[in-house]
């Protein structure tokens, strides 16, 4: 980088006294000089990426965090940048106020963003459609101890790494609205290549922005209607990520980017070849979840429709082009589409799915399929479309995400369709980018592993890290390791208590569950073992505990009220082992507030402990957990989703498994009675009965005592204690107890565990997923 003309270039945008400049103002100073600075290396990709087969990743959600840091450190600019800063008298880290970029809710969201960055590294032609959100995922605050929502105005100093194209614009229609859709296009910058792939947002907005007739006629809200009823679209993120609620604005959002990336798709095709008739040989599309599935039906429509093409010409081209990747097991996630809400809304599109429909039924009696099979996989049943039937139908390969998952997708979720077409479903373990996750946010132990290594190629090839394991019994190595990890939870008790004002101890044991919050991620077990603890230590039962941090991080969907009494239970947890002062030096719980990915990037890196706790069977795969165990902490969980496979890598003896498996479960769940263990075990009584006897507060809602009956007595729609936490408790607490004994007991040996997750990690880059995509999946190359 020529560092003279990139400071001219950049103060040319700043008012003359710099140092009076906001953050704001440095910002998208900054941010725009970059892409200046770039721009022909992003027009070259654009370029290429459109001569040769390519993919399309379809998402709703991309959750890229905050660009500015990140986009430095791929460019390789970073250090130039930051002395060109100090330069000038301003500061880099000012940036730190710029808002993160939430458009997701957590790891389906992360994981897209993840995928782009490792595809534009690897040179691959892939590209990201998705929605530009006004609003992203809410911001949080703590009150009281309960979580409060605000809008996530993320836009609000301008997003200077975002190119609006207006000559890009489509047209959506749905019956008796027409809206725009307008593209910003993010670039996404790969490490060391000139490589560049584009994310493509859209915005929805009015085909006329006011209409002065009725303005004249003084009807100002109806002036303004059409342009505020088509901004809805693209308005805000939904937040939940697990139930469907079938809400039409959903499926108008649906529709908005699928049809608008698949016109796009199909205009860069035409003007390239002149027809269509190729178009299979030239693009996939990864439908990340059930999302953007009704981008099967609109493809054949616009082929239908437009081009001139036979339904089952169109239909047989759909089939070649499509990918669908599953998330989660959970049934509730599964998307079923009411049969009149679609009508109403989409005619074309209605009629076309009872094609599609149709097609399936006429392909499975011809081959012979039984009634009752054919009725399960329809993709219309009685008044619901659905959408993950209508994916496994018109796709050529099907994806879970973690071993574990793929085969929970083959023997149940997906069953029927596994045995109808085996060859479609492949498994794609997870994984996550090491330019953000370590590179970025843990520069310390980046030059340290750079070091050691002679160079830092190991960005690029994350399996280097192995190498590094003939220093695991090299004291001089893992004191330095542990410095930088004490250094890490510094910075992070020093963030704790300038963003949250809580006072941490970077001397304790820092234990982290950082994730979204839901009943089967467990969080309340969590805080139940930390009231174990507090009892035991007051009882005498635990003795020489080791001082230790319970940090939390997490947002609950703004209407699932069990989660959000979870959080509340957490704090109030927390209250009572700090106002005793037998346990306030050797307990602290802290519950962070706007966990997002800007707060990750922190808490990851100061990680003694990774919590991946979530029932057997239920957690599809998890990332959190790789970004953990890249930065050199411990995973004490389950046997569930990646963990299995970050045990099998970093091996049992180097983490802290517990619980019932699988298979366990199996046996142990229709004979299962949570009150006889609670009747049995007085520990588990003790913790679970806190939720009514009086030691906790939930402000009087009631809230406490439901999740209570929810564990003893169930509820009209599941078992008691269907997550299985009173099961797991006593194995988990013991083994918890162990793990932080093992800490304090043998500091080197503990610290010889961290370091072999830590190079045993290289498995769960995102560019060894990306690269088993890229050539089984889509059949594209670099
Ligand atoms: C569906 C219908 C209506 C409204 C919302 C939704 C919805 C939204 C988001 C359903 C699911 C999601 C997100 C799911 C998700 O993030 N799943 C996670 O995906 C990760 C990446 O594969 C896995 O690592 C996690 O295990 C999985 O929970």
């Keep these: 980088m020529d560092k003279e003309l990139f400071i001219e270039k950049f103060t040319g945008k700043l008012p003359k006294d710099i140092k009076s400049a906001s953050p704001q103002q440095l910002h998208d100073a900054l941010g725009k000089t970059v892409m200046e600075m770039f721009a022909d290396r992003w027009d070259n990709a654009r370029q290429q990426h459109l001569s040769k087969r390519r993919a399309a990743y379809l998402s709703m959600e991309f959750l890229v965090g905050r660009a500015v840091y990140n986009n430095l450190l791929v460019l390789g600019i970073y250090d130039e940048v930051d002395e060109a800063f100090r330069e000038l008298g301003i500061d880099l880290a000012s940036l730190e106020e710029i808002e993160d970029a939430a458009l997701g809710n957590g790891g389906l969201g992360r994981l897209a963003a993840c995928f782009l960055d490792s595809a534009a590294t690897l040179a691959l032609p892939l590209d990201g459609y998705g929605i530009r959100y006004k609003y992203g995922l809410f911001k949080q605050s703590i009150e009281d101890g309960f979580q409060k929502e605000d809008i996530d105005d993320w836009t609000r100093y301008g997003d200077p790494w975002s190119v609006r194209c207006d000559e890009d614009t489509v047209l959506i229609e749905y019956s008796g609205q027409t809206v725009k859709a307008v593209p910003y296009d993010m670039p996404v910058f790969g490490f060391r290549t000139e490589n560049v792939g584009t994310l493509r947002l859209w915005q929805a907005e009015p085909v006329k922005e006011f209409d002065f007739d009725l303005f004249n006629k003084q009807d100002y809200l109806e002036a303004s209607r059409e342009k505020i009823y088509a901004e809805d679209i693209s308005r805000v993120l939904y937040p939940n990520d697990d139930t469907d609620e079938g809400k039409k604005l959903r499926l108008k959002q649906q529709y908005f980017f699928s049809c608008a990336s698949l016109t796009d798709i199909i205009r860069k095709h035409k003007a ?138 083959k023997d149940s979720v997906l069953a029927d369709w596994f045995s109808l077409a085996p060859e479609k479903f492949r498994n794609e373990t997870n994984g996550i980018t090491q330019r953000r996750w370590i590179a970025l946010c843990n520069r310390e132990l980046s030059s340290l592993i750079t070091e050691l290594l002679g160079d ?153 402990v990774s919590e991946q706790i979530s029932t057997a069977g239920t957690e599809a795969s998890g990332t959190g957990n790789m970004k953990l165990m890249l930065n050199g902490a411990v995973t004490l969980g389950t046997f569930d989703g990646a963990n299995i496979e970050i045990v099998q890598e970093a091996g049992e003896e180097n983490n802290y498994i517990f619980g019932a498996r699988v298979e366990d479960l199996e046996k142990i769940v229709p004979e299962y009675d949570s009150r006889s263990i609670f009747a049995n075990d007085p520990m588990v009584k003790k913790v679970v009965s806190s939720l009514i006897d009086g030691t906790v507060s939930d402000g009087g809602s009631g809230d406490f005592r439901e999740l209570y009956t929810a564990l003893l007595d169930g509820a009209s729609w599941h078992a008691p204690d269907h997550y299985y936490l009173l099961g797991d408790m006593r194995d988990y607490v013991e083994t918890k107890l162990r793990c932080i004994k093992d800490y304090s007991a043998d500091r080197h040996a503990f610290a010889r565990k961290q370091w072999l997750n830590m190079c045993n990690s290289g498995k769960f880059s995102s560019d060894r997923t990306i690269a088993d995509y890229a050539a089984n999946i889509w059949g594209i190359k670099q």
């Excluded at 209605?350 to 081959?367: C, H, P, T, V, W």
């Excluded at 073992?529 to 940090?551: A, E, H, N, R, V």
Aim: hydrophobic residues 45%; aromatic residues 10%.
């Design 272 to 409: 390239r070849f002149g027809t269509l008739e190729n178009l299979a040989d030239y693009i996939s599309v990864q439908l990340n979840d059930t999302h953007p599935v009704i981008s099967i039906p609109e493809l054949i429509r616009q082929l239908v429709d437009n081009e001139g093409f036979t339904f089952e010409k169109a239909l047989e081209m759909a089939k070649k082009i499509f990918n669908y990747t599953n998330h989660t097991v959970m049934q509730e996630a599964l998307e079923k589409w009411r049969t009149d809400l679609v009508e109403e809304l989409l005619p074309r599109i209605y009629s076309i799915i009872i094609q599609i429909n149709e097609a399936l039924i006429a392909d499975m009696y011809a081959a012979g399929v039984q009634k009752e099979k054919t009725d399960r996989i329809k993709i219309i049943k009685g008044d619901l479309i659905h959408m993950a039937d209508m994916a496994c139908y018109a796709s050529s390969h099907i994806n879970g995400v973690a071993e574990i998952h793929t085969q929970i997708l």
């Design 456 to 608: 830092d190629n190991w960005i690029n090839v994350l399996d280097r890290l192995r190498e590094l394991v003939k220093f695991a019994d090299d004291e001089n190595v893992l004191r330095r390791f542990i410095d930088i990890k004490q250094g890490k939870k510094q910075q992070l008790a020093d963030f704790i208590k300038a963003h949250d004002g809580i006072d941490t101890d970077a001397n304790t044991v820092f234990d982290i569950q950082i994730k979204r919050l839901h009943e089967y991620k467990r969080q309340l077990l969590n805080a139940f073992s930390i009231l174990w603890i507090y009892y035991g230590i007051k009882d005498g039962s635990i003795q020489d505990f080791t001082p230790t941090t319970f940090i939390f991080g997490a947002k609950s969907a703004p209407g699932y009220r069990r989660a959000k009494a979870i959080i509340k239970f957490i704090n109030e947890v927390g209250r009572i082992v700090s106002s005793d002062p037998d346990t306030r030096d050797l307990i602290k719980v802290v519950f962070v507030q706007n966990y997002n990915v800007s707060y990750a990037e922190k808490l990851v890196a100061a990680a003694d």
